[in-house]
Every structure is written in C-alpha cells, then in structure tokens.
C-alpha cells in the first residue's frame, strides 16, 4: 500500500474521535492530554485497519513535525515517541516517512527517550516499558538499514541501553534490551567497529567492575549473536592484531583482555580469531610476540583451562610459537611445557611434536631446557610423559654438546634406578621404560671418550650400584645382563674389556718404574702415558696431567703401592674403594677451589678400579646361576625365563673370565661350570668351556680333581660335540695343559681314521676339531694332515659330489637347510686353511696347491666339479668359504707372497657376487681384518668394486668402512714412528696403484674406448678417491697424481708384453687423472715425495719409455664430466618409417644403473608357440625352471650385448665366469632393495668365459636336452634357444660367428618373431599382471646415462599386432608385429631376447 507523500494542500488532517487539533498554540498540559488519546488510538489499531490508516496518515506524518520532536516537554517527548512506534508498527512494513533524514531524526529522537528506562521507578516507567517493549516486538529500527548513515542512530541506541541497564531492571527489560539490539545486529549487514566498540567496551575489566549488568548484558547479546558477530570480532582483531591498526579502534591496547573475556563467554566468538593470532604471534617484534605467548601460556597453562580442547587452531597457533626465531619465546614455550604437562596430561600428545623440533633447537639452552622438562615430570609421575616424548631425550644422548648429552643420559639413567631398580611406579611403569638400560649403553659406541666415561658412571651409580651389598649387586648385574639386547652386551663388554686394558696400561706404566732409568725408559714410558691420556676426557690436556701424575708416582712410592694394589688382581671391591680414597686424599693438597688435576686422576682412577667385579662376586653370580639351573631362583618374577637366565649368565662369566681370570679360580666355581658341560644347551657348554680356556691355567696344578673331571668331557665335545663346542674343546686342552701333546694325540688319532665322506653329518665337527689341532700343535700334526689333506680333504670331500642339491632356485638359504656335504666342505676348505697357518711355510708347496683349488673354486662358480649337482644357494656358501679362505692367508705374510695377481683379482671379485649375503659376509670378513692391520694394503682396493653393488645400503656400507680404515692407518702412523719406514704397506694413499690395477683387469672392463665402460671405472675410482681427497693433508693431492702418472711410465707386471692389457691399464690412469684434476685444484703442485709402486703389480719404469699419450678423447671427457653419453641420430630404417612415433617420457633414475629383470632368462629354450604354450604350465614346476635365484636377496644384474656378429648366436648361455675379461662387452645394471616377500631379478657373476668353447658348446646342449632349459656351464645365465630342432651351437664371449652361422641367423627372420612372442608371453614365466590381468610388458632402454628405463603395457594381442616405437635421443627401438628390432643405419640387430643399440644393450623381460 503506498501512502501519499503529504496531504493535499487543502486536506486536512484527521485526529481521533475527542481529540482536538494539536498544535503549538495550546498548552503542554493540553498537548499532554490530547496526545494520551491518539496514543490510545494508535495502541488499539492494527495492521488490518487499512480505512483507518489511510485515515491518520496526515496525523501520523504531523506527529513527525519539529514542533513535537523537539518539543522542551519531557513527557511530550515520550508521548510522541509512543505514538510514532505505533505507527511504525501499524505501518509495517512500510513507514509513512520517506524521507531519509526524517527517519534519521525520528529514531535518534526515539533513542533519546530510552534514557528513560534508567529509573524504574518514575511513574512514566511503564510508558517508557512499553515503547521499549514496542520497537523490540516489531524490530522498528530495522527500518534504519536503508539510511546510509544508520550507523550512528544504532551505536546511539546501543550506548543508551547499555548506560541505563542496572541491577533495578526485571528480566524482560533484558530480554527486550537483547531482542532490540540482537534484531539490529543479525538482520544488518554488518557491525560496524564503532558499534562492537559499544558492546565490547563493556567487557574491559574496568568497565566490568563499575556496571556487572552491563557486562552480563554484553555478554548475553554476544551469545545470542555470536554466528553474526562473529565475523566483525574477527575484522576488528584481523585489523589490531595482523594489519597493526591501533587507530582503527580505543580498545585496541585492551584486545588481550578482550580475548581471554571473548572466549570465557563463547569460544566460537573468537573462531576466525584464530588465524588472526597466529600473525599476532608471528609479528616481527620479538617482544611482541614474548607477550602474546606469555598471555596464551597462562591461559593453557592454568589448572582448570580448557582453552586448548575448545580452540585447538588458537592452541596450534600458539604451539606453532615453539619454533619462534625469537629465543626467549621459544624458551618461555618449552617453559610452559613443564606446567602443562604436569596439569594437562591430556595435552602432551599435542606437546610432543613440537618439542621434538625443539630439542632440535640450535640453541643448546633450549635442547637442554626441553630435556628438564620432560624428565621433571617423568620424576613426578611416568604417565605424564608418553613414549615419544621420552624418546626425545634418547635421542639427545647424541647431541653435539656435551651438556645436552650429560643431561640427557643423566635424567635417563635416574629415571632408571627409580622405576626400575626400586620399583616405585610397580612392574607396568618398569616395563614402559626398560629401554633405558640398552640405549644408555648403547652410547659406548659413540667415538667421545666424554660420554664413555659418563655411561661407565651411570653404569657404577645408576644401573648397578656399587654400592650394593655383594650379593644384592650381583642380582642386579645377573639380570641386567639377561634383559639387555645385543647390542648393548656387546657395548658393556667394551666397556670392561676398555677398562681392563687401561688396567693393564697402567700395571705396565708402574712396571716401568721399577726399572733403571734410561732414555729407552723414558721412551716407552712416554708413549704410556699417551695411550692412557687418549683414554681420558680432553686428551690435550690429560697428557698435561698424565705427566705431572708419572712424576708424583716417581717420587712417591707409597702412592705407587696404593696403585699397585687398585690394578691388582686379586684387589676386592672394598679395597679398590679404600685405595680410590687413599690416593685422592694425597692428591688433595695443597686444597684448591677447583683442581683439575685431580679431576682427571679421578676419571683414570674411576676407569680402572674394580668396583664391581671380585672373587666375592664371582661366587655370587655361580650361585645365582645354580639357583636358576636348579629352579629356585627368582627368573619369573624379574621377567626373565630361566634359560634365558642360563645362557645370559654363563655369557656373563664367559666375559668376566677374559677381563678378571683370576677370579673364578675356586673349587665351587669350577665344579658349577662342570654342571653346565652337561646341560643339554649347546651354547651354554660352549661358554662354559671357553671359562674354562680363560681361567684353568692352574687347574692342573692345583685342582687335580677337577681335571680329572673335565679331560673326557673335553675329550667328547672335541669329537662329538658341536662345531663351536670342539673348537673351544681343542683350545682349552692346549691352553691348561702341560701334556696337551698328548691330549690332542688322543683326539687326532681316531678322528683322523674315522673320516668317512659318504655320512657328510659326522664329518663336521671332526674337521673343526682336526683343523684347529693342526693349527695349534703344527710340528706334530702338519705331516699327518698333509696325507689327509691331500687324499681326503681333496680328492675324496672337495672333489666329489656326492648328493643331488635342492634346485629351489634360491641363492641362500637358512643355515639349518644347507646340505651336510657342502657344509662339510666349508669345513673342508676351513680345515685347509688353519693347516697352512699352523705351518706358516710354503716349503712344501702345499700353499700353491691350496690357493690354485680356492681359485679354481671361485672360477668354477662354486662348482668345482661342475658336474650341476649342487644347488645355487649352496655354490653361494662354498664361493664366500673360498673367497674368505684367501683373506685368511693373505694375512700370513708367507702365503700373501705366493698369492699371484690373478688370485688376488679373483677373491676381491668375491664383493660383487651375485648374492647379497656372500657380498655382505665378504666385505665385513675384508673390512675386520683390513681396520686391524692384518691384510695388506693391497686388499683394500677392493672395496673401489662395491661402487658397483646394487644394493644402497652396501654401498654405504662400503664407504664406511674405506672411512674407518683409512682413519684407523692414518692415526697409527701418527702414533709410531717406526711407521714412517712402511708407509708403501700403510699409508691409505698407496692403495691406489692396487685399485687402478684392479680395475685395469675387472672382467666388466672389455672395450676400452666404451663410454659405459668408462663411466662404471670412473665410479669405482672416485668411490676410493672421495674418501682419499676428502682433506688434502701434505699437499696428498698432489701425490696421488704424480703417483698415477708414474703408473704410466711402467707396464702391466701381470703382461708385460700385451698391448691391450696394458692399454686398459693406462686409461685406468687416464681417467684417475681425470677424476683427480677435477676433483683438486691444489693436485698440480708439486709433490712432497716421489711415490713408489708396488713391483708386483708394475714393472720398473723404463728410462728410454715416455708415455705422455692421452687415451682419453674429447667426447670421453665430456661423458666422464657430464654422466651424459650425447648419441648421433640414426636413420629408423623402414620399419621404423611406416610406424608412428611414440615417445615415452622417462624418469631419471637415483642409481646410475639402470634395472633388468632376468625373471624369463633361463626359463626355456624351445620357442612357444600358440599351440605349445599348454605345455609350458608345467615346466615351471621343474628345479630349473625361471632364473629365480635370489628370491630373497637384491642381485647384481648386467645386460650383456655383444658385436654385431655375436647377436645371432641363438643358444649361448650370456653369464661369464671369473677371472680373465671377456671380450664381449657388459654392462653393469642394478635392482634396488625388493620389498619383503618380492623375488628380486638374478645377477650374473663376474668372470672370464670358458677355456673351452666346443665343451662349452657341448655342455649346453647336453643341459638343454635334459632340462628343457638354456643353462649353460658354471653359472650362467640361460635364454631361450630358437628352436630344439636346430643344432645351438655355443660360443665363445671372446670369438667370432662363422660366416655360415651368420648367413643362416639372418634368414631366420620369421623364426625370431616366434621366438620372440615365446620370450615376451612364456605362460612358465612368472607374469607381472596389469589392468584387466593382461600381462605388463616392459622395454627397458638404456639412454644416454645407463639408467633409463621405460614401460610399455599392453594386452598379448595388442601389443603383438600393433606397431610401437620408442625413441630415445636418436635411438629407434621398434617393436613391430611381436619382432623386436633395433634399428641402426638402416641394419635390424636382434640378439636372443636382446637389443643392441649403438654398442648398448637394450633388455626386454615380462
């Protein structure tokens, strides 16, 4: 309904019934008195009334004049403003004013007359209720939002109800209040911040305390508003807090008052606050953000908050102030943790990730506090710190500070002894931290002798007290011993076997005092006092120490006494104590405030005294270890089995025996141990033995009974018990006994006629037994065992096979599933071995005979009959008992000379088998023997081959080891003097002669100007000359060039004479060169001594011979510098011209090597066709059927593509044997780590090819008509013949296709197709299924790098009749119509399941 905008000119305007014209001519008593009646006629008509509001339209537009708006009268004013909230309600929702401004000055005239309200008790108060109570019912000032400056008519009307609301008020006056001002703010389009400004105000605790009505009622208008308002709250804070605008408001100094008020009524009131905070807390003002946290801080922090459940994005904002760059904040945030993980448990989940990072903190103080924190409220109760946040502290154990460490361990180990060794928090709480106790000890291995001497403390004061009574002590280490790991009994072996040798450091020191001096004396005494001072904390300054301590020990001789009797070994714990006192007491004077000094004759003290282990407690531990072989003792109740207690108790004493032997020498003692010989536990025999080896030196002498007892039980476990029993049966009789001739006679004697290889099971501990006698009692037994050596050993056990292997395909297998007869052989060849220790001459030549058999072992791939009786995963144990077998004697210097230069090749090719398990085993066996100084220099050259392991983890491996070893030669030279007279056979750099030669004669090495080839030997250098150049300590750069170039000046003393040999051998130089001048900018200075070479390996450099060539080109250099082998592009030929391109993107690989699978190599050689391939479903069952050798393990694999005439050989097994290099070219490609479960793909072996190719040729024949398969001889790799119809004649790697064979392959062209779809589809083969299980096929395509590799997937059908190319950087590989071709000058290559490209192979596999 529309209203006319004025009366007319003439009309007239219409009052009530009785009410006279109301103008400024009358009274106000009058105006008073006819306004009541328009009131009452306006409070009686409703909106229905249409007659009637047309009818007092010109009334209610009169009413909206100056004269009553503004009229001086009090009550006027309320009248009027009665009568126009009427009208708005009768009008709705339409107002009869139109006019802007008018409305502007009829509300604020409204609002004025609220003030009202304030005294309830005026007799107009209900007047002023009901106008209240009006405008709230009908929402009138909604009316405003059309005005464009509504704002001020509604901050007017909030600050009139808040200033008048008091405690007088009744709660509808409230709810009216709430409804009037709740209508504004959620049916507006916004709060503006003036208005939130009059709502909030109220909230400020100054506010707060001088009107609490108008707190509760901001605070209930805020709930009640809270969606709405919501986004304003967060406006005003977004512009405060992140935009910095102070201005935009006067409460910004209040806002964190604000916040802590907002969220106490409604959280969601702050719910896009959040974020906002987080850049409050992200202000770059570091004070700034000191403040916000230390607000938020109180407020997670408090008791009873539940800030942090009800605003978890405040809660991670404020977390997020824990990586603050500001270091006080981060400090105040790990401070906070304290407290909130002591009063909110809940919460440490939340905590936990963040102080993780910080105790990453690069600052120390922080880490440090972190720790406090956590290991504060461990004291006070386990539950509140979960597993994580007590791994943090473990994990700093290996912080770089000291302090962090000591804190670390420390809290740990207090932990320890209150939750586990006083069992204050029950069994439950023991258990969540028992793994304290290994990781403490864990920390032994660390390099700082610091935190050595910190795990020997906790070890003395938390883990087992010295000071303990005796027997509650040893209870406590006999349990402690039993629940340790492995790695942690290993680490406290260290620790007493450290301890002892310091002992013994000392014992000689003193001893040296004894004799005359001399400057020998001084000499030697002085290089004790080095070795004891490495021992201690600040070596530089314990040498200091060390010497002023030697002369106090010169001058005072009761000082040396009290010493004397501390390193004794029959000294008592309460003695050592009593010494430890005595001696520090005389130390003392002068007294100091602080003396270092003392400090650091404590430590030494502290590390030598036998606090825990005497005569006493060696008794204690026997007796606990009756109790537990008897059953009475407490196993259970401490959480261990009792023969678990067994066996960690005997390993206990087995220990102690080395480091206190003195001690077990009892009666009782020794009568315990004799009841353990009996028990039915092999390895708790075993140890009581090697007890008995350790301690009986005065058995024979002093306890007849004893000995009497323990001879045949020797006797028997030397004959019939286990491997390790007889071992440590033998060493005992020849180490306590003075007729030990005698007792090993009666041993050898019938063990030596009972030999019998037909029951393999019987033969093991025999050879174990006779091999160590022969080693330990050489003139009496070597020429017996030469005869059994030589027709036993040899002919009758090594050279017969005399049962048929398991064909499982696998190449390792468990130790209780290898075969008895190969396990006799390892013993066979272990025996060999200690025979030839024992004699330590080769007068007999016996040595040479010995490495020609481990030699032709290791060419023979294991097989040394090759008769293919033994399975894979036992040819496996006899080549690593071969290849370990050379290092032992090549560390008799007698048998390393005679060890010639192909035999060295050959065991230090042993590190890249084919098995992961022969490659792990061998490189550890070469690494222990290397880092003890016991193999030649030479042998560590071999560890430049591992640069070619699949396997990531091996190559580190590797690398560690060169570290070590190189670390473990360079400090021994710096320690003897003597050394310098051997630094060919000692300093690291010498090794590269060795490692150039090596490479210079690796079997992979075939074609010298090959990039690949040339890639691989790079790699295997610099995996040597990375660890060698890491410092350039005495200009050694320098030095390793100038001794790389003298390498060119000689030739190959392994062929002198043969051009090609010794042409690898200088582009073995040329590229070392390259890797060197690359790598050194100082390596072109001069050297500081001119190297020498090894003459075995080179021959003396020949004045009239320069050899100032470069064997390397252009293009060479750039692949060696770039890794990129940059192809020419190649006409497709026509196969390729009529198929459309399809470019497969690739993905570089991480390994520069890239990946072949071998799952179909050796699977079948008859071709498949569609109605044969029925047949096939069985022919995998057989023992030889896929080339799935290594199920278990990762495997080196290489692809080997050969000459173009060699390609058509069909049937020629592709695997080369060890020794001398083929001719063919290989190339070298790795797996990665299969998943648990995976088969990983088979690797060929390095080695030389057979000497006879026509036996060969046989032999595979033979092989592929008997097994179906195209397993050739030794080891190698089977792919399937074309057809078995035609003769598949087998070829030498190094020989060259007749021109018969290579017309015949040539129109064979249709044939390869068939072949090939046998190859690509072999149902025997095990598929890799794709999408809708079609098989998924792959083309593997070495690139420009070696490495690429790409999948093509198809169904059988379409990928046999569709034609697909893949190119690669001007290389076509076609697969077209199920024939796989290479296309190059416009010549097809195939190669029985191969592709040659450019020289390169390309592998195609399921």
Known sequence: MEF?????????????????????????????????LVVKTYMDMDQDSEEEKHQYLALALHLASEFFLRNPNKDVRLLVACCLADIFRIYAPEAPYTSHDKLKEIFLFITRQLKGLEDTKSPQFNRYFYLLENLAWVKSYNICFELEDCNEIFIQLFKTLFSVINNSHNQKVQMHMLDLMSSIIMEGDGVTQELLDTILINLIPA??????????????????????????????????????????????????????????????????????????????????RLAVVKLLAKLFGAKDSELATQNRPLWQCFLGRFNDIHVPVRLECVKFASHCLMNHPDLAKDLTEYLKVRSHDPEEAIRHDVIVTIINAGKKDLNLVNDQLLGFVRERMLDKRWRVRKEAMMGLAQLYKKYCLHHEAGKESAQKISW???????????????????????????????SLETEEKMKCLYYLYACLDTNAVKALNEMWKCQNMLRGLVRELLDLHKLPTSEANTTAMFGKLMTIAKNLPDPGKAQDFMKKFNQVLGEDEKLRLQLEQLISPTCSCKQAEQCVREITRKLTYPKQPTNPFLEMVKFLLERIAPVHIDSEAISAL??????????????????????????????????????????????????SLLQCLKMEDDKVAEAAIQIFRNTGQKIESELPQIRSTLIPILHQKAKRGTPHQAKQAVHCIHAIFHNKEVQLAQIFEPLSRSLNADVPEQLITPLVSLGHISMLAPDQFASPMKSIVANFIVKDLLMNDRSVGNKNGRLWTADDEVSPEVLAKVQAIKLLVRWLLGMKNNQSKSANSTLRLLSAMLVSEGDLTEQKKICKSDMSRLRLAAGSAILKLAQEPCYHDIITP????LCGLVINDECYQVRQIFAQKLHVALVKLLLPLEYMAVFALCAKDPVKERRAHARQCLLKNISVRREYIKQNPMAHEKLLSLLPEYVVPYMIHLLAHDPDFTKPQDFEQLRDIKECLWFMLEVLMTKNENNSHSFLRKMVENIKQTQDAQAPDDLKANEKLYIVCDVALFVITNK????????????????????????????????LSAEARTVLLTGKIQQQPKQTGVLGAVNKPLTVQTVRRPYTKSTVSDTASSAHSQPISPATTKNRDSSCEGPEAGARENEENPQIVKAEGGKKEEAAAPAQGSARKRGAPASARTENSVTSDPPPGAQPPPIKRRGRPPKNPAATANAEKE????????????????????????????????????????????????????????????????????????????????????????????????????????????????????????????????????????????????
């Open 4 to 36: 006319p905008q004025r009366p007319g000119a003439d009309g007239k305007i219409t009052y009530p019934l009785g009410v006279k014209e109301i103008t400024d001519k009358i009274s106000n008593d009058e105006v008073v008195k006819r306004l009541k």
């Open 207 to 288: 506010h707060k305390n001088l009107n609490k009505q108008a707190y509760d009622l901001a605070k209930t208008l805020l709930k009640r508003t809270v969606q709405t308002i919501e986004t304003c709250i967060a406006s005003f804070f977004n512009q405060v807090l992140v935009m910095g605008k102070s201005s935009v408001s006067d409460l910004s100094e209040h806002v964190f008052d604000l916040i802590q008020e907002l969220f106490a009524i409604d959280p969601m009131l702050l719910v896009s606050v959040m974020p906002q905070l987080e850049f409050k807390l992200k202000s770059n003002d570091g004070e700034e």
């Open 436 to 466: 304290i106790k290994d990781k403490l000890l864990h920390i032994y291995y660390q390099n700082s002798i610091d935190d050595k001497l910190l795990v020997e403390k906790i070890f003395a004061q938390f883990m087992v007290p010295h």
């Open 622 to 671: 026997v007796k606990l270890l009756n109790k537990s072989i008897e059953g009475t003792a407490d196993d259970d109740d401490e959480g261990v089995t009792p023969d678990a207690a067994i066996r960690a108790g005997l390993e206990l004493l087995k220990v102690l025996s080395f480091t206190h032997p003195t001690a077990f020498h009892s009666a009782e003692t020794y009568e």
């Open 902 to 905: 192909e035999q060295f090749q």
């Open 1080 to 1111: 050194s900018t100082s390596c072109h200075l001069d050297s500081p001594k001119d190297p020498l070479l090894p003459t075995k390996f080179f021959t003396p450099p020949d004045k009239d011979f320069s050899n100032d060539k470069d064997y």
């Open 1263 to 1406: 092989v592929t008509a008997t097994t179906g398969a195209g397993a050739g001889r030794g080891r190698k790799r089977a792919v399937p013949s074309q057809d078995t119809t035609s003769t598949a004649s087998a070829e030498p790697i190094s020989g060259k296709i007749p021109k018969q064979q290579k017309d015949d392959s040539k129109r064979a062209g249709q044939q390869r197709q068939m072949d090939l779809q046998s190859f690509f589809f072999p149902k025997a083969a095990k598929r890799d299924t794709s999408v809708h299980g079609h098989p998924r096929c792959r083309l593997s395509v070495y690139g420009s790098e070696g490495e690429t590799e790409r999948e093509l997937e198809s169904s059988p059908e379409s990928f046999l009749s569709h034609a697909q190319l893949v190119e690669d950087q001007g290389e076509t590989i076609c697969l077209v119509k199920g024939a796989v071709t290479a296309s190059r000058k416009g010549e097809t290559i195939y190669e029985q399941g191969k592709l040659s490209v450019n020289g390169r192979a390309a592998k195609v596999w399921l």
